[in-house]
């Protein structure tokens, strides 16, 4: 059975590991997790980075510095995992559905301005498949009304939006503030991980203390100050410097992982683009967008066809999965949404399957998977 996703490791992981078990620094905020974060500081133009437990906890960070509170209104796109919604839901935030465009599962940029009430306080944009959202039109909307835009850019590592001006810019540097993962179903994993992004310098200094339990202990290792308390709010979002060793092996190879996984998206793309059957159900790509190969997926026509193209797929040996109900129509949320219909999210969520994309993927694999989808 190829399976729809292994983790891949480098090799150099369990070096790395040992390396930080053997400096005798292995709580967090050491030698590696400094390395990890200036590395995507550097690269992709952040204005802080903090390593985190996963993308749910950075998610959780955005939602209490951007003040979120009971009644406070967040618009965030409906065909998502849940913790684009679930950090906010916790401070008390009421959810804002808004559904995705008809040809490409993303926030629907158009219908943005007319979900923003006087109670709303930000702005959760997910590039779905590592693809960018319309950052041009959201983060001009923001401007307008005063809003936060959160990235939820768990898919997007080494992906970017082009401005209509020509500017470039990496995923998770545009809106105020960004959250990635690492999880081992990403691009580059460290079983459990993620990391906060800040691009709005307001939040740096209170975004360390709710990082470090609500201390003030980040500026009292630099020196800043000469002993550290309780200053704030916060919990323990940090990892531990062995999985900040496990992910700069991952780092190390990115380039490397990055170009097999677009060379194998790309055989896909090159061999479904010749099916009468599946040339529409391909995934759409907008102008404006980087493609960092995270996800192969196909829209088919009904829910019942997703299911026949499943079905043939196992027979064959080939593991594809589907995912995301709509959360508005989730069994937590649909007594709470405002019964307005989002029929793109409602789409995607019967008609989108995911294919088998991994590192150790090979075009043999694809060319018999496409085969046998005949
Ligand atoms: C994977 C994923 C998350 C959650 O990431 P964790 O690191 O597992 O918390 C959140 N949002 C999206 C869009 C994801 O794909």
Same mark, same amino acid.
């Given at each position: ?9 480098? &090799? ?13 620094? *292995? ?8 390395? $990890? ?24 960070? $955005? ?6 509170? %009971? ?48 109670? =709303? ?11 960018? $959202?319309?950052? %041009? ?14 990235? /939820?850019?768990?898919?997007? *590592? ?15 540097? *545009? ?22 992004? *800040?691009?709005?310098? #307001?939040?740096?200094? #209170? ?14 290792? #630099? ?8 200053? /704030? ?34 055989? +896909?793309?090159?061999?479904?683009? =010749? ?11 907008? %102008? ?17 066809? #997703? =299911? ?15 995912? +995301? ?20 999210? /409602? ?26 989808? &005949?």
């Amino acid at each position: 059975m190829i399976p729809f996703n292994k983790p891949y490791l480098t &090799g150099k992981e369990t070096d790395y590991i040992k390396q930080a078990v053997q400096s005798g620094k *292995i709580s967090g905020n050491g030698m590696f997790t400094k390395k $990890c974060q200036d590395f995507f500081e550097q690269e992709y133009g952040f204005k802080k980075a903090l390593l985190t437990t996963s993308c749910t906890d950075a998610l959780e960070m $955005c939602a209490i510095l951007a003040n979120i509170k %009971e009644g406070d209104e967040v618009i965030v796109p409906s065909f998502t995992f849940v913790s684009s919604a679930i950090a906010f839901v916790r401070q008390g935030a009421k959810i804002v559905f808004a559904d995705s465009y008809s040809n490409n599962p993303n926030i629907d940029a158009d219908i943005v301005e007319s979900l923003i009430t006087n109670k =709303t306080k930000a702005i959760v944009v997910v590039h779905y498949a590592g693809v960018a $959202c319309n950052m %041009e039109k959201i983060m001009q909307i923001a401007s307008q009304y005063n809003l936060l835009v959160i990235e /939820d850019a768990a898919q997007a *590592i080494d992906s970017y939006f082009t401005f209509s001006n020509g500017e470039k810019k990496a995923l998770g540097s *545009i809106g105020h503030l960004g959250a990635f993962s690492f999880h081992e179903t990403k691009n580059i994993i460290s079983g459990e991980g993620g990391m906060l992004t *800040i691009n709005d310098e #307001r939040f740096i200094h #209170r975004a360390e203390i709710i990082w470090e339990k609500g201390t003030n202990r980040a500026e009292f290792f #630099r020196g800043e100050v000469n002993k550290y308390g309780w200053v /704030d709010t916060g919990s323990s979002f940090l990892p531990s410097e062995v999985i900040a060793a496990f992910l700069w092996a991952q780092i190390e190879n990115l380039d490397a992982i990055q170009a097999k996984r677009k060379q194998l998206w790309k055989t +896909y793309y090159k061999l479904l683009a =010749t099916q009468e059957k599946y040339k529409n159900a391909l995934p759409n790509l907008p %102008e404006y967008a980087s493609n960092n190969a995270h996800m192969f997926y196909l829209v088919l026509p009904s829910v019942e066809e #997703r =299911t026949q193209v499943i079905e043939k797929l196992k027979n064959e040996g080939f593991h594809a999965v589907f995912h +995301y109900i709509s959360l508005h129509s989730s069994p937590y949320y649909i007594g709470k949404h405002d019964g307005r219909e989002l029929v793109n999210a /409602d789409k995607f969520t019967q008609c989108l399957v995911r294919l088998p994309l991994f590192y150790e993927l090979n075009e043999t694999d694809i060319e018999r998977l496409v085969l046998s989808l &005949g």
